[in-house]
């Protein structure tokens, strides 16, 4: 098959499975009549979580040519109200290059509501700073192998009834990072920058798309470095489930990731499922 027709058969199935979960969206409507907000795919909403309400958020991407897959588990919580945030971000990752499942370096972060406390105003920002523990591997390459820091600067811009706008940069720090072989270690500056624009047709059902450049750089073990550059596209949907009024919020979604690299372009399958629920 040539690649226009791989890509061609790809979209096709795409397309198919958001029209699936939009008939199943709003098969469910009279229940989901609360407006999705806080739900991007990869990239920050500039959005705490409401006071005495949390949120679990697990995203898997899968290639299937290679094989290669990758998982996250976030839970955030306010403290105690919307102003502080605190969340774990959990990452797991295989391939048959790395000879299986590997956990990645955890995420300890906090975020602070500088603009649109409370969900007031049209505009939102909320810095969050991150630990990065070095519980990954560098041989597997799901890890730094040294304590990190990471900045990000969320901003959230609503723009009317039907479209929001959000804006990343991002800044990551490890001082140690360790080669693949353990051999070299030097300091590691990575960095993101993205947007990501919403569609909400319907409150309960949302089109986006993400664009980000991620740039990253790989310890030599002779001790140099190396900048890798990546483009990545995300066109995806989602829609709400809402049980009842203030009670448990089920937000499933489904994206087509494009990862373009100096190595070529890499196309997985984004799910993505958020559990939102009040806790007091």
């Known amino acids: 098959m040539t690649r226009a027709r791989i890509v ?4 096709s199935r795409f397309g198919r499975e958001v029209a699936v979960l939009g ?26 979580q409401e006071p005495g309400v949390i949120q679990h958020i697990q995203v898997l991407q899968i290639e299937p040519r290679s094989r290669r897959w990758s998982y996250s588990f976030t839970e955030e919580w306010p403290v105690p109200t919307d102003r502080h945030q605190l969340s774990l971000t959990l990452p797991l990752q295989g391939s048959p290059e790395a000879g299986g499942t590997g956990l990645g370096d955890l995420l300890v972060n906090y975020r602070l509501q500088l603009l649109g406390l409370g969900g007031e105003g049209r505009v939102a920002l909320a810095p969050r700073l991150s630990l990065l523990l070095p519980t990954g591997s560098p041989a597997r390459g799901s890890g730094r192998g040294a304590l990190g820091v990471q900045l990000n600067l969320p901003l959230s811009l609503d723009l009317g009834r039907y479209f929001t706008l959000h804006a990343n940069a991002g800044l990551t720090v490890v001082p140690a990072a360790s080669s693949p072989s353990g051999r070299a270690r030097a ?13 909400l ?21 002779d001790g140099g470095r190396a ?18 009024p203030g009670g448990l919020q089920i937000v499933p979604g489904i994206a087509a990731p494009i990862t373009v690299t100096a190595e070529g372009t890499r196309a997985p399958i984004l799910a993505y499922l958020s559990l939102e629920h009040r806790l007091w």
């Open 23 to 48: 008939l199943v969206a709003l098969a469910s409507a009279p229940a989901a009549a609360e407006k999705i907000r806080d739900n991007l795919f990869t990239l920050e909403e500039a959005y705490n």
């Open 201 to 221: 047709p319907l409150a309960w059902l949302n089109l986006l798309v993400e664009v980000a450049h991620l740039s990253t750089q790989a310890i030599r073990d």
């Open 227 to 244: 900048r890798e550059h990546a483009l990545l596209i995300q066109p995806g949907a989602r829609f709400a489930l809402n049980l009842r």
């Open 8 to 11: 061609e058969s790809r979209w």
């Open 187 to 199: 300091t590691a500056l990575d960095s993101t920058a993205g947007l990501g624009l919403v569609f």
